[in-house]
């Protein structure tokens, strides 16, 4: 063994793993831990350089929304979030129609 192994190669490198940007955030999210930390060096077996590129890219997507800065247990994957968010906006809009409802009602009643 001259000292290098198969693993030690980066994918990214190889062509194995997509080109590293902020906009896949899909192939991003797979680099965070369940606590929504970016995993080590080792872990994700990245050379230097496009290790500086994920965690860069990973930040920008955090500060766009794309990705979350933490997560409270378990590691959300960005479909589970994007529907966890659109759940949470459709029962917030129907709390806001009941409240204009019950508001319109109200105002009806007032001017009897």
Wanted: hydrophobic content about 30%; glycine content about 6%.
């Amino acid at each position: 063994m001259n000292g290098t192994s198969a693993s030690k190669i980066c994918r990214v490198c190889t062509g194995e793993y997509p080109p590293i940007t902020y906009k896949n955030y899909e192939f991003l999210s797979q680099f965070l831990t369940e606590r929504g930390m970016i995993k080590s060096r080792k872990l994700t077996g990245l050379c230097s350089k496009h290790y500086r590129q994920l965690a860069k890219n990973i930040k920008r997507a955090r500060h766009l929304g794309l990705l979350p800065f933490t997560t409270i247990s378990a590691k959300i994957r960005p479909q589970e979030l994007k529907a966890l968010f659109e759940s949470s906006s459709a029962t917030k809009r129907k709390q806001e129609q009941s409240a204009d409802e019950h508001l319109g009602s109200a105002e009806t009643e007032s001017e009897q």
